[in-house]
């Protein structure tokens, strides 16, 4: 009988072992990420102003004054500036990381000053291509030597969009480029060998080894550009604070928020934020599921 019993109380702390290392992440996932929404969803249904413990319950209120007002919506326009961005930026990391997975001088050096940029605090990328890009500044200096005249890059409605984006490309091309060159180092070298036996050139291999292995990355990669054009903040909130045409729906909320203390309101515009990244996350991988291939 004892026997049975402390094999009984071996066998208890096994089963709790794997709950055991999932607590702390579920619990700072539960207290950072679960509660808050579950607040904000909250306070979207009242008038609070973040400032006043009280607050009444609205119901629809805010969500039909934001689908009421047009203006609200326009922002998004600013996005397709930096969706069209991603887009560039999708398509050179794919391109540096395809060449530089193959024997290349000096590869690791340029793996590591592509990437260096993701690891760069946001804010202070902004503030270093603000002075970058301010009259007289690096760019315009660079210009002159081509003759080129310096222009308001920030201040001109009809060109903040474009620098700003060009500012998110240099930024999030790391990320993309690990993520392909890590796809392309997992595939099998016998590919290759077969491929060039075969007498397939570079462009063979990557039209027909590379591309296709790498579609559920690309897709991750699509699903990234497409939330993150929607919820961009902070380089054109340090760079511009949403001036100029240059504007995003999370600038607009954080303006809601703490600029007119319409917190309810503010936090029913995250809502729809939320709800809109969702729906186009579904749409994109129900268009483009993903592809299970079994390797032998």
Do not use: C
């Amino acid at each position: 009988m004892r026997t049975g019993r402390h094999g009984r109380r071996r066998r208890w702390p096994r089963a709790l072992t794997p709950w055991m290392f999932l607590l702390l992440p579920l619990a700072f996932v539960v207290t950072f990420s679960m509660v808050p929404i579950a607040t904000m969803i909250v306070y979207s249904f009242t008038d609070w102003d973040g400032i006043s413990p009280d607050y009444a319950f609205t119901g629809l209120a805010n969500y039909t004054d934001i689908a009421t007002r047009p203006q609200l919506f326009k922002v998004f326009l600013t996005s397709l500036y930096y969706l069209g961005a991603s887009v560039v930026q999708i398509v050179l990391a794919l391109y540096f990381a395809t060449i530089l997975s193959f024997n290349v001088r000096f590869r690791n050096f340029f793996k590591g000053v592509l990437f260096f940029p993701y690891l760069i605090n946001g804010v202070a990328i902004g503030f270093v291509f603000l002075y970058f890009f301010q009259p007289g500044g690096t760019f315009d200096t660079f210009l002159a030597f081509f003759g080129v005249e310096g222009r308001l890059w920030l201040g001109d409605p009809d060109l903040v969009n474009y620098s700003l984006a060009g500012v998110s490309v240099w930024r999030y091309l790391g990320l993309n480029f690990v993520l392909f060159l890590g796809g392309i180092q997992s595939i099998s070298p016998d590919l290759y060998e077969a491929a060039e036996i075969d007498g397939a050139s570079r462009w063979d291999q990557f039209r027909h080894i590379i591309l296709p292995l790498l579609r559920p990355l690309i897709g991750l990669s699509v699903i990234l550009a497409v939330s993150g054009s929607l919820s961009v903040f902070e380089i054109p909130y340090i760079m511009t604070g949403g001036a100029g045409n240059s504007e995003t729906f999370v600038i607009q909320t954080v303006k809601l928020a703490f600029q007119f203390n319409k917190t309810g309101l503010a936090s029913a515009a995250a809502v729809v934020l939320l709800v809109l990244i969702l729906i186009v996350t579904w749409v994109q991988r129900r268009l483009f599921p993903e592809e299970r291939t079994e390797t032998v």
